[in-house]
């Protein structure tokens, strides 16, 4: 017979021995654990996410950050470039641009989107931009016109290829990367040309989202003189870069017409495009597939690379760089 770790006292309650206090203690450790976690998914739910693929990881061991520099003196105006650590540059350059509603958004919490590219041979530059009230349109492209500066001035000397960038984001900045490749105007600003630009790369994007409906929408661009010409969709051209609109089917943040929509539209001014839905994909988990644990679903990666790969190919191709510079 072991020992007994429960009795009972006269008045009926357990007696609980060493290895029942263990379990209590355990259990309510666990559900200390959860609500925090809980609460920091309510708070800042990338963070988390990052946080979580760097321990699954084992850390950063697969790449380096050579810059973490600001290109402007307002709160998120900033870059961080990683590069593989075995590097052999220069690197073709994915510059992630990331999400939330234009209202949330640090390039630092999105650097499990370098663990995932960079180790397959891309230089990849986060870029922050203003949010909120001082990021209202067309300030979040403005923002995203200036980090592409940056790239082209400097992503050379930390290894990276400004002949071939691509510009990548998740569903805001899905929105930005598309409407600085079709829209000329942003990067003219900077003496920046779009048509220099590989490919881009949108992930769970609105593209044609007017009227607005709601408040994300509405404080962004609900001031705008002309509002559809706040739209991607507004400036398709025959001469595109090409673009790859990844959307998940289950989706109800961004509805997936978005990228089909957009892909139509592109085809028929002689940009063939197509959109790749996802089955089962949310508007959430399309990010969360680049982190672990959840790369299981290799879907959205494995589609990501493979238009990588084809897109930056070495061929002549003139730099993201203004003539006269």
Do not use: C
């Amino acid at each position: 017979m072991g020992i007994s770790q429960v009795g009972w006292l006269q008045n009926g309650w357990p007696q609980i021995g060493w290895l029942g206090w263990t379990a209590v203690a355990l259990l309510a450790l666990a559900l200390t654990g959860f609500v925090a976690l809980r609460h920091a998914m309510e708070t800042n739910a990338v963070a988390v996410l990052d946080s979580a693929d760097r321990l699954l990881r084992g850390g950063d061991g697969g790449i380096r950050l050579v810059a973490a520099e600001r290109y402007g003196a307002q709160d998120n105006q900033k870059v961080e470039m990683f590069v593989p650590t075995a590097a052999q540059g220069p690197l073709p350059i994915v510059v992630f641009i990331p999400g939330g509603a234009w209202r949330t958004g640090d390039p630092h919490d999105y650097r499990f989107i370098a663990r995932a590219l960079a180790p397959k041979g891309y230089a990849v530059v986060l870029a922050g931009y203003r949010l909120g009230a001082n990021g209202r349109y067309p300030a979040m492209l403005e923002d995203g016109a200036a980090a592409l500066r940056w790239v082209s001035d400097h992503a050379r000397a930390h290894g990276g290829d400004p002949a071939r960038i691509v510009l990548m984001g998740h569903s805001a900045g899905a929105y930005n990367a598309a409407m600085l490749a079709l829209d000329r105007r942003w990067l003219a600003h900077q003496r920046l040309s779009a048509d220099a630009l590989r490919g881009v790369v949108g992930l769970s994007g609105p593209y044609d989202f007017y009227p607005f409906d709601d408040s994300a929408t509405i404080d962004a661009f609900g001031h705008a003189a002309n509002p559809e010409d706040t739209q991607p969709i507004a400036h398709v051209r025959g001469d595109a870069p090409p673009m790859l609109l990844v959307h998940g089917s289950a989706d109800t943040r961004v509805r997936p017409r978005n990228s089909v929509a957009l892909a139509r539209a592109l085809t028929a001014v002689g940009a063939p495009t197509h959109a790749v839905l996802l089955k089962d994909v949310s508007h959430e988990g399309m990010i969360m597939a680049f982190a672990r644990p959840f790369t299981r679903d290799a879907r959205p990666l494995d589609a990501v690379t493979a238009f990588l790969d084809k897109v930056t190919a070495p061929a002549a191709s003139p730099a993201v760089q203004a003539a006269g510079r």
